[in-house]
């Protein structure tokens, strides 16, 4: 009876110091318990978030219709004296990836055709880079922030057993249990910021793939467009 009643007394005493920890205990007092490497973890999160926002909103303004474009410069170019002029200075004025490309095209005009194949595939090769600026930040920051995270686990594992071996083996369990749930909080941070970095990359370089996919698409139909006459002559 003696010891149940030690027993009861002991959980009623363990029950409440962990009610006043959850109490007092904030989620940044949270993080802090994570140790020094959740600094690098902070890093990596906010350079992932400025990466996923800058990205985006790049994408989203490198986006125009491709063949409404197309079809404005092909009008251009048909108009007669003055409409290849016109035309770039329509490129100039929606300064978007397609028109960049396009206008390499028609300042080439007059040509060989392979000479304006070349002038797009260079200038579809720049924009291509410009598109995918950064991105291997984010897949950088999917692999190594979970790396950091449980580097911080070890390193925490490591404290706790060497406290439990200064004290030679006498350690209250709830002692041991706390050690171990401060040193997986770097674990859980750095997954969460890997998760948050490989799923955006993930989104947008499906993003990245489509804007090429519409580059390169325009690209063919302004060639086939610079060759239409020539064929007409041909079938002629």
């Avoid at 009610?19 to 890093?43: H, K």
């Amino acid at each position: 009876m003696n010891l149940l009643l030690l027993f009861l007394q002991d959980s009623a005493a363990v029950d409440s110091l962990m009610a006043m920890q959850e109490e007092s205990m904030t989620f940044f007092d949270l993080l802090v318990e994570g140790g020094i490497l959740m600094i690098p973890i902070f890093i990596l999160f906010f350079i992932a978030i400025y990466v996923i926002v800058e990205r985006w909103r790049a994408l989203n303004r490198s986006h125009i219709e491709p063949q409404s474009f197309l079809n404005t410069v092909e009008g251009m170019l048909k108009s007669g004296k003055g409409g290849a002029s016109n035309a770039i200075a329509y490129c100039d004025e929606t300064d978007k990836p397609i028109a960049r490309i396009i206008k390499a095209g028609i300042k080439r005009l007059g040509r060989p055709i392979r000479d304006i194949e070349d002038a797009i595939d260079n200038a579809g090769k720049k924009e291509i880079f410009f598109l995918e600026k950064r991105m291997n930040w984010l897949a950088t920051i999917a692999g190594v922030a979970p790396l950091v995270g449980f580097t911080g686990t070890v390193t925490g594992m490591i404290e706790a057993f060497m406290d439990i071996q200064s004290l030679q083996g006498n350690v209250n369990p709830s002692v041991l249990a706390g050690g171990i749930w401060e040193a997986l909080i770097t674990t859980a941070a750095g997954l969460i910021v890997g998760l948050i970095a490989l799923g955006f990359y993930n989104f947008l370089l499906g993003k990245i793939n489509r804007s090429i996919f519409e580059l390169e698409n325009a690209s063919a139909d302004f060639l086939d467009l610079l060759q239409s006459p020539a064929k007409k002559d041909r079938e002629g």
